[in-house]
């Protein structure tokens, strides 16, 4: 017997790739990242949601590795091993965490509700 606010269709599955994603910047990185990798590749023969999701979890992830690396590389070769430097590294780093964590918690809000991610079309 359904309860009255079950759900009337099957679910689409997209919280799995956010979940991940999460796991990856807040648990267990390396694994999370792997197994984001591994739903990644093997997005083709899932659904168009499912896979939208998959996909932006993907690319963000790299490109949070991307901008906190280059961003303390770029400040390592300008300022060198000083004091501003780990004061620019250390707020560098957790202001784009955070972001991307935020970014994340929206993204699986919109898995929840079965909504596209926030993220560029043509990139999905």
């Given at each position: 017997?359904?309860?009255?606010?079950?759900?009337?269709?099957?679910?689409?599955?997209a919280?799995?790739p956010?979940?991940?994603?999460?796991?990856?910047?807040?648990?267990?990185p390396?694994?999370?990242?792997?197994v984001?990798?591994?739903l990644?590749?093997?997005?083709?023969?899932?659904?168009a949601?499912?896979?939208?999701?998959?996909?932006?979890?993907?690319?963000?992830?790299?490109?949070?590795?991307?901008?906190?690396?280059?961003?303390?590389?770029v400040?390592?070769?300008?300022?060198?091993?000083?004091?501003?430097?780990?004061?620019?590294?250390?707020?560098?780093?957790?202001?784009?965490?955070?972001?991307?964590?935020?970014?994340?918690?929206?993204?699986?809000?919109?898995a929840?509700?079965?909504?596209?991610?926030?993220?560029?079309?043509?990139?999905?």
């Amino acid at each position: 017997m359904q309860y009255s606010g079950g759900r009337k269709t099957a679910a689409s599955g997209a919280v799995v790739p956010v979940v991940w994603y999460l796991l990856n910047l807040l648990v267990i990185p390396l694994v999370g990242f792997a197994v984001l990798l591994w739903l990644f590749a093997g997005s083709a023969d899932t659904n168009a949601l499912r896979r939208a999701h998959t996909r932006a979890a993907m690319f963000m992830s790299v490109i949070g590795a991307v901008l906190i690396s280059s961003g303390v590389g770029v400040a390592w070769l300008a300022l060198g091993n000083t004091g501003h430097f780990w004061s620019f590294a250390l707020v560098w780093a957790i202001v784009l965490h955070t972001g991307f964590v935020l970014w994340g918690m929206i993204a699986l809000a919109q898995a929840m509700s079965d909504k596209r991610p926030l993220f560029p079309a043509q990139w999905l």
